[in-house]
Protein backbone atom coordinates (compact mmCIF):
# COMPACT_ATOMS: atom_id res chain seq x y z
CA UNK A 1 0.00 0.00 0.00
CA UNK A 2 1.22 3.03 -0.85
CA UNK A 3 1.95 6.00 1.92
CA UNK A 4 -0.48 9.65 0.24
CA UNK A 5 2.47 11.31 0.07
CA UNK A 6 4.33 9.14 -1.87
CA UNK A 7 4.62 9.33 -5.99
CA UNK A 8 2.95 6.21 -6.50
CA UNK A 9 -0.25 7.21 -4.04
CA UNK A 10 -3.38 8.38 -6.34
CA UNK A 11 -3.45 11.41 -4.02
CA UNK A 12 -0.14 12.10 -6.26
CA UNK A 13 -1.50 11.09 -9.20
CA UNK A 14 -4.24 13.29 -9.51
CA UNK A 15 -2.15 16.19 -8.18
CA UNK A 16 0.20 15.68 -10.77
CA UNK A 17 -2.86 15.52 -13.13
CA UNK A 18 -3.59 19.27 -12.03
CA UNK A 19 -0.40 20.36 -12.33
CA UNK A 20 0.16 19.78 -16.03
CA UNK A 21 -3.31 20.91 -16.81
CA UNK A 22 -2.11 24.05 -14.96
CA UNK A 23 1.03 24.35 -16.84
CA UNK A 24 -1.28 23.42 -20.12
CA UNK A 25 -3.48 25.69 -19.42
CA UNK A 26 -0.81 28.87 -18.74
CA UNK A 27 0.82 28.15 -21.76
CA UNK A 28 -2.93 28.46 -23.48
CA UNK A 29 -2.96 31.93 -21.74
CA UNK A 30 0.37 32.74 -22.70
CA UNK A 31 -0.57 32.30 -26.12
CA UNK A 32 -3.43 34.14 -26.10
CA UNK A 33 -2.36 37.06 -24.32
CA UNK A 34 0.35 37.34 -27.03
CA UNK A 35 -2.39 37.01 -30.03
CA UNK A 36 -4.66 39.60 -28.31
CA UNK A 37 -1.76 42.16 -27.71
CA UNK A 38 -1.23 41.34 -31.49
CA UNK A 39 -3.84 41.98 -32.53
CA UNK A 40 -4.27 45.74 -30.93
CA UNK A 41 -1.03 46.68 -32.14
CA UNK A 42 -1.78 45.37 -35.96
CA UNK A 43 -5.19 47.19 -35.77
CA UNK A 44 -4.09 50.09 -33.90
CA UNK A 45 -1.00 50.53 -36.95
CA UNK A 46 -3.89 50.11 -39.24
CA UNK A 47 -6.11 53.17 -38.08
CA UNK A 48 -8.79 50.79 -37.05
CA UNK A 49 -8.37 49.86 -33.16
CA UNK A 50 -10.04 47.51 -31.76
CA UNK A 51 -10.83 48.65 -28.42
CA UNK A 52 -11.53 45.65 -26.58
CA UNK A 53 -7.89 44.21 -27.11
CA UNK A 54 -7.00 46.43 -23.92
CA UNK A 55 -9.52 45.32 -21.68
CA UNK A 56 -8.91 41.28 -23.10
CA UNK A 57 -5.16 41.53 -22.54
CA UNK A 58 -5.45 42.93 -19.03
CA UNK A 59 -7.93 39.59 -18.07
CA UNK A 60 -5.55 37.60 -19.90
CA UNK A 61 -2.79 39.14 -17.55
CA UNK A 62 -3.97 38.66 -14.59
CA UNK A 63 -5.08 35.13 -14.90
CA UNK A 64 -1.70 34.15 -16.42
CA UNK A 65 -0.22 35.95 -13.35
CA UNK A 66 -2.62 33.85 -11.26
CA UNK A 67 -1.56 30.56 -12.48
CA UNK A 68 1.92 30.94 -12.92
CA UNK A 69 2.15 31.83 -9.25
CA UNK A 70 -0.34 28.42 -8.44
CA UNK A 71 2.78 27.08 -10.55
CA UNK A 72 5.30 28.47 -9.04
CA UNK A 73 4.02 26.97 -5.33
CA UNK A 74 3.18 24.18 -6.58
CA UNK A 75 7.15 23.35 -7.94
CA UNK A 76 8.41 25.11 -5.05
CA UNK A 77 10.13 27.84 -8.03
CA UNK A 78 9.47 31.43 -6.19
CA UNK A 79 11.88 34.06 -5.30
CA UNK A 80 13.33 33.11 -1.97
CA UNK A 81 16.53 33.91 -0.26
CA UNK A 82 17.58 31.33 1.83
CA UNK A 83 21.13 33.59 2.56
CA UNK A 84 20.44 33.80 6.53
CA UNK A 85 17.90 30.88 7.04
CA UNK A 86 20.99 28.40 6.15
CA UNK A 87 23.24 30.06 8.71
CA UNK A 88 21.37 29.39 11.20
CA UNK A 89 21.48 26.26 13.78
CA UNK A 90 19.34 23.54 12.55
CA UNK A 91 16.53 23.68 15.74
CA UNK A 92 16.45 28.03 14.67
CA UNK A 93 16.52 27.18 11.04
CA UNK A 94 13.56 24.45 11.40
CA UNK A 95 11.78 27.23 13.71
CA UNK A 96 11.89 30.17 11.14
CA UNK A 97 10.72 27.60 8.10
CA UNK A 98 7.89 26.96 9.92
CA UNK A 99 7.19 30.00 10.74
CA UNK A 100 7.43 30.86 7.01
CA UNK A 101 4.95 28.32 5.85
CA UNK A 102 2.80 29.10 8.47
CA UNK A 103 2.56 32.74 7.33
CA UNK A 104 1.87 31.27 3.95
CA UNK A 105 -1.08 29.42 4.73
CA UNK A 106 -2.38 32.58 6.50
CA UNK A 107 -1.61 34.80 3.47
CA UNK A 108 -3.13 32.33 1.13
CA UNK A 109 -6.16 31.82 3.35
CA UNK A 110 -6.77 35.50 3.42
CA UNK A 111 -6.42 36.50 -0.53
CA UNK A 112 -9.15 33.36 -1.09
CA UNK A 113 -11.24 34.48 1.56
CA UNK A 114 -11.11 38.32 0.04
CA UNK A 115 -10.72 37.35 -3.42
CA UNK A 116 -14.32 35.25 -2.75
CA UNK A 117 -15.32 38.95 -0.92
CA UNK A 118 -14.30 40.76 -4.93
CA UNK A 119 -15.87 38.25 -7.10
CA UNK A 120 -18.93 38.56 -4.76
CA UNK A 121 -19.14 42.39 -4.91
CA UNK A 122 -17.86 42.80 -8.53
CA UNK A 123 -20.83 40.08 -9.84
CA UNK A 124 -22.86 42.58 -11.31
CA UNK A 125 -20.72 44.77 -12.69
CA UNK A 126 -19.65 44.47 -16.68
CA UNK A 127 -16.58 45.41 -18.23
CA UNK A 128 -16.37 48.09 -20.15
CA UNK A 129 -15.71 47.01 -23.59
CA UNK A 130 -16.27 43.36 -23.08
CA UNK A 131 -19.95 41.44 -22.48
CA UNK A 132 -18.18 39.64 -19.28
CA UNK A 133 -18.57 39.99 -15.29
CA UNK A 134 -15.88 42.16 -13.39
CA UNK A 135 -15.79 39.50 -10.70
CA UNK A 136 -13.77 37.66 -13.70
CA UNK A 137 -10.54 39.55 -13.11
CA UNK A 138 -10.28 38.57 -9.49
CA UNK A 139 -11.26 34.59 -9.77
CA UNK A 140 -8.39 33.82 -10.04
CA UNK A 141 -7.01 34.71 -6.68
CA UNK A 142 -9.51 32.28 -5.38
CA UNK A 143 -8.00 29.48 -7.07
CA UNK A 144 -4.21 31.06 -6.49
CA UNK A 145 -4.61 31.64 -2.89
CA UNK A 146 -6.31 28.18 -2.25
CA UNK A 147 -3.25 27.09 -3.81
CA UNK A 148 -1.12 28.97 -1.71
CA UNK A 149 -2.61 27.95 1.42
CA UNK A 150 -2.62 23.92 0.66
CA UNK A 151 0.92 23.86 -0.55
CA UNK A 152 1.46 25.79 2.40
CA UNK A 153 0.01 23.71 4.92
CA UNK A 154 1.91 20.33 3.17
CA UNK A 155 5.46 22.25 3.11
CA UNK A 156 4.33 23.36 7.12
CA UNK A 157 3.66 19.70 7.88
CA UNK A 158 7.08 18.33 6.29
CA UNK A 159 8.87 21.04 7.87
CA UNK A 160 7.29 20.04 11.39
CA UNK A 161 7.61 15.80 10.10
CA UNK A 162 11.32 16.57 9.49
CA UNK A 163 12.34 17.96 12.50
CA UNK A 164 10.89 14.69 14.56
CA UNK A 165 12.61 12.34 11.78
CA UNK A 166 15.95 14.50 12.37
CA UNK A 167 15.32 14.03 16.22
CA UNK A 168 14.27 10.19 16.12
CA UNK A 169 17.69 9.69 13.72
CA UNK A 170 19.77 11.59 16.00
CA UNK A 171 18.46 10.21 19.24
CA UNK A 172 18.67 6.26 17.50
CA UNK A 173 22.67 6.96 16.55
CA UNK A 174 22.89 8.23 19.60
CA UNK A 175 21.17 4.96 21.48
CA UNK A 176 23.91 2.93 18.99
Not at 30 to 55: F, H, K
Amino acid sequence: MSKPGSADSPLSKVAAGLDRAAAAVACALVLALLACVSLGVVTREMGAPLIWTDELSRFLMVWLAAFGWTLASRRRIHVRIRYFQDRLPRVSHKAVEITIQAALVAFGALVTYYGVGLVAKNHDLEATTLPLSMSWMYAPLVLAGAVTAIQGAIELAGAARSGREAAAASGAAEVE
